[in-house]
């Protein structure tokens, strides 16, 4: 099976004069510095290029201080910057702290009883979170905010949500 790629963030900035980068990420607590080896970088659309770490250290619980093999200057990082980086689903299951949006990557969701389907992306806004999941064989956007949420069940991974009258057939029709 294909590794399904997710979006953890971006290089937003080059650190000191050893070509470190500046990632801003939505895993939560910081990042697990022991066992995160590799990024990914979506080079054409769906083609993505492996890039080794040669070291990371958390900065704070949103970014994290990281240096790729063979970057070892700030111009060598430049080309890097504003650049998305992505992990493999299972990593960032293993990586993203439980009360991350990013974390609900996988679980189901029911609208009261009925199943919807699996969150297969996770859209951090402002005033709320957007889960992308497949009904039906069409992509809806489920909005998860204190209107919509009933409840997450972590040990089940499974969301409860109450969904605005007819937001479903706005996909669906």
């Given at each position: 099976?294909?590794?399904?790629?997710?979006?953890?963030?971006?290089?937003?900035?080059?650190?000191?004069?050893?070509?470190?980068?500046?990632?801003?990420h939505?895993?939560?607590?910081?990042?697990?510095?022991?066992?995160?080896?590799?990024?990914?970088?979506?080079?054409?659309?769906?083609?993505?290029?492996?890039?080794?770490?040669?070291?990371?250290?958390?900065?704070?619980?949103e970014?994290a201080l990281?240096?790729?093999?063979?970057?070892?200057?700030?111009?060598?990082?430049?080309?890097?910057?504003?650049?998305?980086?992505?992990?493999p689903?299972?990593?960032?299951k293993?990586q993203?702290?439980?009360?991350?949006?990013?974390?609900?990557l996988?679980?189901?969701?029911?609208?009261?009883?009925?199943?919807?389907?699996?969150?297969?992306?996770?859209?951090?806004?402002?005033?709320?979170?957007?889960?992308?999941?497949?009904?039906?064989?069409?992509?809806?956007?489920?909005?998860?905010?204190?209107?919509?949420?009933?409840?997450?069940?972590?040990?089940?991974e499974?969301?409860?949500v109450?969904l605005?009258?007819g937001?479903?057939?706005?996909?669906?029709?």
């Amino acid at each position: 099976m294909m590794d399904q790629y997710v979006v953890i963030g971006k290089f937003i900035a080059t650190f000191g004069i050893k070509g470190d980068l500046v990632l801003q990420h939505h895993l939560g607590d910081g990042i697990d510095t022991e066992s995160l080896k590799t990024v990914f970088i979506e080079e054409k659309s769906g083609k993505f290029m492996p890039y080794f770490i040669a070291a990371v250290k958390n900065k704070n619980a949103e970014e994290a201080l990281v240096q790729l093999e063979g970057v070892d200057a700030p111009e060598k990082a430049k080309p890097f910057l504003r650049k998305q980086v992505w992990l493999p689903e299972q990593e960032v299951k293993t990586q993203a702290a439980k009360h991350a949006p990013i974390s609900l990557l996988g679980f189901m969701v029911y609208d009261e009883k009925k199943m919807l389907g699996k969150v297969l992306e996770v859209i951090e806004q402002p005033m709320q979170v957007l889960l992308r999941i497949d009904y039906e064989g069409k992509e809806v956007f489920v909005p998860l905010n204190e209107s919509t949420l009933i409840k997450i069940e972590h040990k089940k991974e499974k969301i409860t949500v109450q969904l605005p009258e007819g937001l479903l057939d706005i996909y669906i029709n």
